[in-house]
């Protein structure tokens, strides 16, 4: 049996090199579906990593404290985030002060995000957000200044930190030290600017190209006094610690909470998991599509074998008069029609990831290379060959022999 | 070659072959019955759609819808499986056809080496063997050649090497010589003839009367049914002529055998 198979395989080879045209032809349409699954797959896979990309890239001990129960699946894509943001936080300035005296904490800061106009000599656009948070923030985010300085204690309660693009939209220019902003009609005096950071997606879901960063005590007063804390951002002393610091976080603030449950500590590939999981979702919906392709790729090649097996009905006959057994004929057909789908597979595979990595050319992420991508266009090929090529590998073999024999005589 | 030992190869017994239905019926084979002992070589003859080919197909297992008993090896062949019958096809029977029957897109050496694959050898010892039967035949320096590109001569001699290769003990040969020069049939029935001292059964089926001095044994078919059967004395009888000679038609010579078996009884 197993010199059988490998002559099967020799066979194959050889007859798809005899009808290389047409062989190549079958084998694109499973290219094709395979091509388009792996650049699905790696390029959705690349935008859910983003954020932990940049995690890790801050050193991988970060930890974000969200209110609200972080669900596990998305049940309505509708409902990501939104909701979120304008409910209340169930975060509190006391919560801040816990988490600071937790063993192992580096630094925390709160992160509030308030809506409203930035205007100066033009109003900035709508994408613009203001954040109040404290001087810390910009160890934990690793934010870079281009000119002046950050938040500061020490400073004028009215200081904004602008990012650069916002810097650019209202005063005109990079350089803005010095000059005033308005922000909700209260003036404040610009003491640092950004240096571009480009990653409009991130885990404090906060474009800082286009933040105005106050006060926290400033922007509770515009905010009536009222602490809306979306996040805390903790960094823990070291990334052996992450998980001890999670640990003790949740312990001391489901303590100040009273012993409810009412919002996350998030580390690694949790904090994303809204935004990938959304990505997800779009994800599987075009991979579904794409398997139609893939689909039609398998009716070609159940096509193409059916000719093959017409046109070769006379060496069926041989064969059987020589002793094949009718199992013997189907192998023989059907690994044929693997060795189609398997050449589209591997070529589907290498286009794919040209194709991703074109198109990430010009998005914010690369395409990822795992081992699940690889295997998923394995199996998803090899089925597809199984299942299109045993009906002619099967009509193959119960071909009556005397009848194949006299077909063409 | 009298010596022919007594145990029936193949024992046929009212053996039937029906084509159409209805008012179309017709009787290919109408009640063949026919024993062949091992190491018999027997020519079949008889005019165009007398039902030779089609009681080879039945012999050779590739037919199994025929009405009546046949026995291979004292099994009944209506009892034994599609695997087995396939195993048997690969390990006790070769096949000449009428028409070449290579594979155009294999080599000469791959079309021998062809029946070994389903016996299981490995890929080197498969071209070995061919290649050393092709010497046989006087046909290794075109081993790959492609069959498209020999003559009609020597793609029957491919075909009968390929027949060889598994060493059969029954070769099923359809016109084994049908395309060939005198001096190609001369190498093929001396093949032939060899691999039947060596103990083997050929059934072998031909128009050329020629041939069948190379026979132990002839039979006539004619609509359906054996005509004549030389059993006991075909080789005795055949050994006299001699083979140089211009034979007499078919017919003379059948004649010629049953007066000789009327004298006997």
Redesign the interface.
């Known amino acids: 049996?197993r010199?059988?198979l490998?002559?099967h395989v020799?066979n194959a080879k050889?007859?798809l090199k005899?009808s290389r045209v047409r062989s190549t032809l079958t084998m694109l349409g499973i290219t094709i579906g395979v091509a388009s699954i792996t650049t699905i797959l790696s390029l959705s896979g690349g935008a859910s990593r983003v954020i932990s990309s940049q995690i890790d890239a801050l050193g991988g001990n970060i930890a974000v404290i969200k209110p609200g129960v972080a669900s596990s699946t998305v049940n309505n894509v509708a409902q990501t985030q939104s909701t979120r943001d304008y409910a209340t936080s169930t975060l509190t300035e006391k919560d801040i002060t816990y988490i600071e005296n937790t063993p192992q904490v580096q630094s925390a800061a709160p992160l509030m995000v308030l809506s409203g106009t930035i205007k100066a000599d033009s109003v900035a656009s709508s994408s613009s957000v203001i954040v109040a948070t404290t001087p810390k923030l910009q160890n934990i985010a690793n934010l870079k200044l281009r000119d002046g300085q950050f938040l500061d204690n020490q400073l004028d309660k009215n200081t904004v930190v602008v990012g650069l693009q916002l810097s650019i939209d209202t005063f005109g220019t990079e350089s803005s030290i010095g000059k005033i902003l308005t922000i909700r009609g209260q003036n404040f005096t610009v003491v640092g600017v950004l240096k571009r950071i480009n990653e409009p997606v991130n885990y404090n879901s906060v474009d800082f190209d286009n933040a105005a960063i106050i006060n926290f005590e400033v922007g509770k007063s515009l905010n009536q006094n009222v602490a809306q804390i979306q996040q805390i951002d903790v960094k823990a002393d070291s990334v052996s610690n992450l998980n001890k610091v999670v640990a003790s976080i949740n312990k001391t603030i489901k303590n100040s909470h009273k012993g409810e449950n009412d919002f996350s500590v998030l580390i690694g590939d949790k904090i994303s998991q809204p935004t990938s999981q959304l990505f997800f979702m779009i994800a599987k919906v075009t991979t579904a599509i794409a398997a139609i392709s893939l689909i039609v790729g398998g009716i070609g090649i159940m096509n193409i074998m059916l000719v093959t097996v017409a046109e070769r009905s006379?060496?069926i006959?041989?064969?059987?008069?020589?002793?094949?057994?009718?199992?013997?004929i189907s192998w023989q057909f059907l690994i044929e029609s693997l060795a189609i789908s398997l050449g589209g597979c591997v070529s589907g595979y290498i286009l794919g990831y040209i194709i991703a990595i074109a198109i990430s050319k010009f998005l914010i992420f690369t395409p990822v290379f795992t081992w699940q991508i690889a295997i998923t266009a394995l199996i998803v090929s090899l089925i597809t060959g199984t299942l299109f090529g045993l009906y002619p590998a099967l009509r193959a073999a119960h071909k009556d022999?005397?009848e194949s024999?006299h077909r063409y005589? | 070659m009298a010596d022919t030992t007594s145990t029936p190869v193949i024992k046929l017994h009212g053996l039937q072959k029906r084509f159409g239905i209805g008012d179309a019926e017709t009787f290919a084979l109408n009640g063949v019955n026919l024993t062949i002992n091992k190491g018999e070589f027997v020519a079949i003859m008889g005019p165009s759609g007398c039902g030779k080919t089609t009681l080879l197909n039945i012999l050779g297992l590739l037919d199994r819808t025929y009405d009546g008993e046949y026995e291979l090896n004292g099994t009944s062949v209506a009892t034994i499986s599609k695997r087995k019958r396939a195993k048997i096809r690969s390990q006790q029977i070769g096949f000449v056809f009428q028409s070449f029957n290579l594979i155009n897109r294999l080599s000469v050496i791959e079309n021998v080496a062809l029946p070994l694959i389903y016996k299981g050898a490995t890929r080197t010892k498969r071209l070995i063997i061919a290649s050393d039967i092709l010497r046989n035949f006087h046909l290794n320096e075109r081993e790959y050649y492609m069959p498209y590109q020999l003559s009609g001569g020597q793609t029957q001699r491919v075909a009968i090497a390929r027949a060889l290769v598994n060493d059969p003990s029954i070769i099923l040969a359809d016109e084994p010589t049908g395309n060939l020069d005198s001096r190609s049939s001369h190498i093929i029935m001396e093949e032939l003839s060899d691999l039947h001292k060596r103990g083997n059964t050929i059934i072998m089926v031909t128009h050329n009367p020629r041939l069948t001095t190379y026979a132990s044994r002839v039979i006539t078919m004619l609509d359906g049914q054996i005509n004549t059967d030389t059993k006991e004395d075909a080789s005795s009888i055949a050994n006299r002529y001699e083979i140089h000679k211009p034979l007499r038609p078919v017919k003379q010579k059948n004649r010629f055998l049953n007066r000789i078996k009327r004298r006997k009884k």
């Open positions: 049996m010199f059988l490998i002559n020799q050889q007859s005899c006379r060496e006959g041989i064969r059987k008069a020589l002793g094949a057994s009718n199992a013997d022999p005397i024999l005589e």
